[in-house]
């Protein structure tokens, strides 16, 4: 009879990757957003959807528009080193 551990050792084993929900997303690009630009970026900063990679947010003014888009590669860097993955592949202003 074989031990349990050598056949787990032998045995691959599959993990399904999970799809990252709405909610760790907002919060998330809450914690980058707020750290980067603090409670005045938090508060002109907000996801408005995230879907496929794309985050699409809404922007207090034109002049975060401006900040966000100048920034976008650092915050998609950014949330993409805290999810783990290369989950984020776009933002998108509304």
Do not use: H, P
């Not at 409670?39 to 975060?64: A, H, M, P, Q, R």
């Amino acid at each position: 009879m074989k031990a349990i551990g050598g056949f787990l050792k032998n045995r691959r084993i599959i993990q399904k990757k999970k799809e990252l929900d709405k909610e760790s997303v907002f919060y998330i690009l809450k914690s980058v957003v707020r750290f980067k630009f603090g409670e005045v970026g938090e508060l002109n900063v907000k996801l408005d959807y995230y879907k496929d990679g794309i985050l699409y947010l809404k922007v207090g003014n034109s002049n975060w528009a401006n900040e966000i888009w100048l920034n976008k590669g650092m915050l998609i860097d950014a949330m993409n080193r805290k999810i783990g993955d290369d989950e984020i592949k776009e933002i998108k202003i509304k």
